[in-house]
């Protein structure tokens, strides 16, 4: 069985319940759930995009730039989750 592969794109931290946020991203890992951020700019949180992740590197956490670098990093991301 494959496990359900979550890609999160932000721009920023939380902005709606962000105490939840965590929360909420450890109750989808505990079904086994893998979740990967593509975190864009230089205001984002990464404390909270660290919790969020499944884990704190490379395949799950990236910090880029622009727009453009995230759909890079984003179709890099599928292609090696499809292989």
């Keep these: 069985m494959v496990s359900a592969q979550i890609i999160l794109l932000t721009d920023a931290g ?6 939840s946020t965590i929360p909420n991203a450890d109750e989808l890992k505990g079904t086994g759930a893998e979740i990967h951020v593509i975190a864009v700019g230089d205001q984002v949180d ?3 995009i660290n919790g ?8 799950y956490v990236f910090r880029v730039s622009s727009q453009e670098e995230a759909g890079d990093t984003a179709q890099r991301l599928c292609d090696a989750l499809c292989q």
């Design 46 to 48: 990464m404390n909270e």
């Design 52 to 59: 969020i992740a499944s884990e704190v590197s490379e395949p």
């Design 14 to 19: 939380s902005n709606v319940l962000s105490q």
